[in-house]
Nanobody, 117 residues
Framework: QVQLVESGGGLVQPGGSLRLSCAASGFTFSTYAMSWYRQAPGKERELVALIATAGGGTNYADSVKGRFTISRDNAKNTVYLQMNSLKPEDTAVYYC??????????WGQGTQVTVSS
């Protein structure tokens, strides 16, 4: 079955960096776009970044452009989110997501990122 397992979250000071990972299984990873979302307390879940299949493009929320980088390693079935220059407003639970061609989305369990001094 489809599984997405995020890791790499934690507590970091403003201006710091974290790299999130999402290990995928149960589907042909290289043929699907992958995305990262986040949800802060009391707010709706929002798209942070998306990466197309191998050789494809990327897209970012305006709030993270220039600070976050999404990448993928198809040999490892893993998508990454490198987060630099973190701000307190980046505090949220971060999820990875895949939308299969059946039309069903799958989500990971999420990883908490807290940016605080």
């Amino acid at each position: 079955q489809v599984q997405l397992v995020e890791s790499g979250g934690g507590l970091v000071q403003p201006g710091g960096s974290l790299r999130l990972s999402c290990a995928a299984s149960g589907f042909t990873f290289s043929t699907y776009a992958m995305s990262w979302y986040r949800q802060a307390p009391g707010k709706e879940r929002e798209l942070v970044a998306l990466i197309a299949t191998a050789g494809g493009g990327t897209n970012y929320a305006d709030s993270v452009k220039g600070r976050f980088t999404i990448s993928r390693d198809n040999a490892k079935n893993t998508v990454y989110l490198q987060m630099n220059s973190l701000k307190p407003e980046d505090t949220a639970v971060y999820y990875c997501k895949v939308l299969l061609r059946t039309g069903r989305p799958y989500w990971g369990q999420g990883t908490q990122v807290t940016v605080s001094s």
